[in-house]
């Protein structure tokens, strides 16, 4: 089954329309996630080569997790709401 939304539905929810240039950078940030996912499968657990394509993930994926913030205009204070409710 497929779910279909109307637009009264839709339209309530807080996603921010994003420009062409950030749009490229979540799909170039996309790419970069697959391709270092693969080569941290073909690496050999805990090796130095490994533990650094894992900080180059969680790098990438900091800077996704600003792009959403500034997409969305947060503060400060909402930003540390965000993350504190991850840890």
Avoid: C
Wanted: no cysteine; aromatic share 8%; net charge positive.
């Amino acid at each position: 089954r497929t779910m279909h939304f109307d637009n009264s539905i839709t339209s309530r929810l807080p996603i921010p329309k994003i420009n062409k240039d950030t749009e490229n950078t979540f799909v170039g940030y996309t790419k970069e996630i697959f391709a270092l996912n693969k080569k941290i499968e073909n690496s050999a657990r805990n090796s130095d080569n490994w533990k650094n394509l894992n900080k180059q993930l969680n790098e990438l994926l900091e800077k996704i997790d600003q792009e959403i913030y500034k997409s969305y205009n947060l503060t400060t204070k909402e930003i540390l709401i965000i993350e504190e409710s991850l840890r």
